[in-house]
């Protein structure tokens, strides 16, 4: 039964990841550095849903389809890891306010419940666009316009995209909780433990 219960969880983070994949090609870029990057809405929500375990293995996936979608900015290979690998499986870890978001909604804790969604949006969004700026620093500094510095031109670009998906994140999910806050329970009551392989 729990074997049965956590492939039903790692199949339901494989179709969210396809999802945040195909909300990827929305066009929402300004020039070559800004965008919003809608597919943190899916993966976010599922966090949040079933742990930041399966949140990680959801973002994770997502990070992977860029590669047979040909979606990958290559300059060298440490570099495809940091921002395709290690950035975009972060974004998972939005699922850390899983357990507290749950109790919130279940005792009916609305208020609170907005809180937490906000936190996790920006929390998730943070440890992705992390490695995103460390990239910018490392690889992306002798692209920097007008001859800006590279930590400040990584940081202005990976700082306003992020919080603009941070932003469009936090308000798509705060919209889905007013009209359905069953979404963000997961259906057999079960999730992946962030401490061991249990479901519980």
């Known amino acids: 039964m729990q074997r049965t219960s956590e492939l039903r969880i790692w199949i339901e983070g494989t179709i969210v990841a396809a999802i945040a994949m195909v909300l990827s090609f929305v066009p929402t870029s300004i020039g070559s550095s800004f965008s919003i990057s809608l597919g943190m809405i899916p993966i976010t929500l599922f966090a949040l849903r079933r742990g930041a375990k399966a949140g990680f293995f959801s973002a994770f996936i997502w990070g992977l389809l860029h590669f047979p979608t040909a979606q990958v900015y290559y300059l060298m290979p440490i570099q495809v890891i940091i921002e395709y690998i290690l950035a975009f499986g972060f974004a ?8 507290k978001l749950q109790q919130a909604i279940r005792n009916k804790e609305f208020g609170k419940s907005s809180r937490i ?84």
């Open 92 to 99: 998972g870890f939005a699922g850390v306010y899983s357990g």
């Open 117 to 200: 969604i906000i936190y996790a949006s920006f929390f998730g969004t943070l440890m992705r666009y992390f490695w995103h700026f460390i990239a910018g620093v490392i690889f992306w500094g002798s692209f920097a316009l007008w001859g800006m510095n590279p930590w400040l031109f990584s940081f202005v670009m990976n700082g306003l995209s992020g919080l603009a998906t941070a932003i469009a994140t936090s308000v798509v999910l705060l919209l889905l909780l007013k009209i359905n806050p069953k979404l963000f329970l997961p259906t057999n009551m079960t999730q992946i433990s962030q401490h061991n392989n249990e479901v519980e």
